[in-house]
């Protein structure tokens, strides 16, 4: 409807002269409220629109009645506006809203400019209304949606004058400050900020106003529910074309989880640095190659030497060129050590070894080292993990407790050879005291007037006796302690040869503190074999029940040597003590060669023992007592009627 009007009236006043018919129409089909009014201001002229807009009649407001039609909350800036316009004699130009026939109020564009004569003086105003609801709509709807979007976004954004004061700040999309914005205007929004940090900010974003130089830090903020959060703050400044600064703006994003995060990040750190920095050992990482890049302050501290010449590879040539003695290993124990840790590096398996390093004092000390790779999932080597533990002073002990363990073997073996010929003197003295005392004897005998030639020959048989005994004592010894390569076999009395190996191992016996005790059957039938043989299997049964007993201290060390007729065949001989026992699961395995429990053992004693017995006929086998300790015992086929030994 309105456009034909328009295109119409455009043609018309195209054309030269167009009647006042003419324009009158164009006046009233203007899609505008276009009025007239006299110099005071009053409303002497509207166009037909105003009729059709308002629905009023079409002269019913003339005058001031339009006033009616203004929203009441815009009518008295707009009237206020057109009265100052009035006065002054200036152009108005402003907005309100005009109730529309339906009641609806639709925003309009108000412009009034008055029309002068020759003289100056103001003889009509002229004045449209056009209706612009629908653009400032959109309008504010835009503001509104960028409002929100400014609101959502985790970020909050400030606007602070020339002079640092906040003018502006957006709500906030994840940190609600507790204050409202007024507080936070001008600097009141350092009053919301954690206690830690006011001054500090407050100060640094002075100096900014001062200097103009942008502001960035993090502070804490108080939120709604009286939490603060971590915020990262950048605050810049904007100039005008002469560079002066017109505004601040800030960009405030919440960045407390994340902090959370890095603390917790920065304090298992922290813990495992110290961990690795306390412990009481030295700690080094290497490259995959083999260099090192790190070292803990021990080790720093133990060679006093900087970590390595930066750069240098620890892995083949370079690492060989360098001659790199990483902490000085003593040079001794170089090459050992670069050979170790060269095939570890090619490898790939873990070092270890036990070298000398030297110390900041400039002596060098016993380290035990440890490198271990680290994998990651496919198996590919990320780095060495080294540990060294200075071993010196237990190492230094332990060499000195060989040696004394040494020079104790030594002096026990001394001891014992002591405690033989004491032996071999105390056996053979008794015969020889008597060979002498019949020869004197004898020779008195026969000195005598007349000489007692009956009393001499007795005297001489009696000292042939004592010399075979005292010859037959040294040849038992020497075969006691000669391996004879043929045994010989003989009958043998068991009782006579056990006694003559307490006898021999006395002094032993004594050191240990074993109270032995010998319960001998005097019916005790001889048995056949090698006499000798027969002692040395008692000898170790004896030694071995002695040294069973070195360690206790709660019961006396008895040890108990019995002989007894078994039937007529057999004759047996035990040893018993009341020592630490075998474990029940080993009663077969002690027989077994090499089997030792001991430090210095052979384990040979016992699998000897047995060959010897069997070989014989005979059985030795070892049975738990009632009370602490082990019992052995030999079983022996009874001679002479038994068969004699292989
Ligand atoms: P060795 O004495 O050199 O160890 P043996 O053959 O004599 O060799 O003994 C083997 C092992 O049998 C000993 O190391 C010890 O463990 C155990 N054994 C021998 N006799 C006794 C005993 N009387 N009491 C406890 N254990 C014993």
Redesign the pocket.
Known sequence: MVAPVRTRARARAGSAGGTAADLSELVHGLPALVWTAGSDGRVDFQNRHWAEYTGLPADADLGAGWEATIHPADRPSLLGRLNAAIEAGTACDTQARVRRFDGAFRWFQFRASPRVDRSGKIVKWFGIATDIDDIKRSGDAAAQSEQDLIDRIPASITIANANGENIYTSSWGVTRPSAPPSVLRGLGFVSQLHSDEQDWVNAEWLRSVRTGETMELEHRLKRADGTYRWLHVRVAPYRDDSGAIVRWYGLLSDVDDQRKVEEALRRSEQGFRLLVEMIPALVARWTPDGQLDYVNQRLLDYVNTPPIEAGVSASTDSFRRHRLRIASVHPEDWDTWLRKRLRSLETGEPLESTHRLRRADGTYRWIHERVDPMRDESGKITGWYAVGIDIHDSRVMEDALRAARHRLDVATQTAAIAELSASIAHEVNQPLTSVITNATMGLEMLDATPPDVKGARETARRTLRDGTRAAEVLLRLRALFTKKKDSCTELVDLNDAAREVVALSRGELQRTGAIVQTLFSYDLSPVRGDRVQFQQVIL?LVR??A??MEGVHDRPRRLTIATERQDDNFVSLSVQ?A????APESFEK?FEAF????NS???????VSRSIIEKHGGRLWAEANQGP??T?LIALPAGPSAPGAG
């Open positions: 170790n071995n029940a040294q069973a003590d020592g630490t026992g075998v002690i089997y030792t429990t001991k053992g052979m384990g040979i004693g016992l699998s300790g082990t052995f």
